[in-house]
C-alpha cells in the first residue's frame, strides 16, 4: 500500500504517460541546443503539478555524448508548463 503525502513527491514512474510527455513538450517548446529524453518522472502536486523528469540529454552537435539530467518542470493549474529548473547528473 503506497500512502501519499500531501505536497510530497510521488516515486518514480518509468511508463512516461501521455499527460507527463505532453507538459514535458510543452514546457520544452523554443528551447534549443539540447535534446531531452525522458526516461521516467514524478509529480508532486501543489497549486498546479510539479513534474520531475529523469532525462538523457545530448546537446545537439555531432558526435556528442550524452549524460542524464532531471528535468524540473510547472505545470500551473491555468496557464503554460514551463521549465524550473534542469540539473545535470554528476557521478
Same mark, same amino acid.
Given at each position: 500500500?503506497?500512502?501519499?503525502i ?12 501521455? #499527460? @507527463? ?8 517548446d +523554443?528551447? $534549443?541546443? %539540447?535534446?531531452?529524453v /525522458?526516461?521516467?518522472? *514524478?509529480?508532486?502536486? #501543489? @497549486? ?8 538523457? +540529454?545530448? $546537446?545537439? %552537435?555531432?558526435?556528442? /555524448?550524452?549524460?542524464? *539530467?532531471?528535468?524540473? #518542470? ?18
Amino acid at each position: 500500500m503506497t500512502i501519499e503525502i500531501l505536497g510530497g513527491w510521488s516515486s518514480f514512474d518509468y511508463e512516461i504517460t501521455g #499527460v @507527463a510527455r505532453a507538459v514535458l513538450k510543452e514546457a520544452l517548446d +523554443g528551447f $534549443v541546443g %539540447v535534446n531531452y529524453v /525522458p526516461s521516467a518522472f *514524478a509529480t508532486q502536486i #501543489v @497549486a498546479g503539478t510539479n513534474y520531475c523528469f529523469l532525462c538523457t +540529454g545530448e $546537446v545537439v %552537435v555531432p558526435n556528442a /555524448p550524452r549524460f542524464p *539530467a532531471l528535468v524540473h #518542470v510547472f505545470k500551473p493549474l491555468n496557464g503554460k508548463a514551463h521549465i524550473s529548473e534542469i540539473i545535470r547528473i554528476k557521478p
